[in-house]
């Protein structure tokens, strides 16, 4: 019971975290733009912003429907929380702790979050999950 239970909850934790990653992603698409996303990044002071934005737009798509689906999800959950350990640096940090204020707040939970279901091992519902049961233990050696 308490499997099951540890299961459905990291299921609601990766879908809830993934959206969030999803959209934000998205809208440094389709709201902002990369030009637009681009000339925020070199106002907030982030290096080299002309690669760095289309590369958090694209980690932050994919990244959120790797949570979503389960997979890859060590590597998601880390490259997402470093992802947010920028954002604190060149965004939210000088705000303070408040979320309201436009401190680090929010990007702190998210990217504690990702880290946390990255390396959860994802439940029985996650893609990982059910490829490391489908390898035989010569497969995983080869």
Do not use: C, W
Not at 83 to 107: C, Q, R, S, T
Request: charged fraction near 10%; aromatic fraction near 8%.
């Amino acid at each position: 019971m308490l499997n099951q239970s540890r299961s459905v909850a990291l299921l609601i934790a990766r879908v809830a975290v993934g959206v969030i990653f999803l959209v934000h992603g998205y809208q440094k698409f389709a709201t902002m733009g990369i030009a637009g996303t681009t000339k925020f990044f070199e106002s907030a002071g982030v290096p080299l912003a002309a690669v760095a934005a289309p590369v958090v737009a694209v980690l932050e798509v994919a990244g959120g429907l790797a949570l979503i689906a389960g997979v890859a999800l060590p590597v998601v959950g880390t490259l997402l929380a470093l992802d947010m350990m920028g954002a604190i640096l060149f965004v939210h940090g000088p705000n303070g702790f408040a979320a309201d204020k436009g401190g680090y707040e929010f990007v702190l939970a998210l990217g504690a979050a990702a880290l946390a279901v990255g390396f959860s091992g994802g439940g029985a519902l996650a893609i990982d999950r059910l490829l490391s049961r489908h390898r035989t233990p010569a497969g995983v050696s080869a």
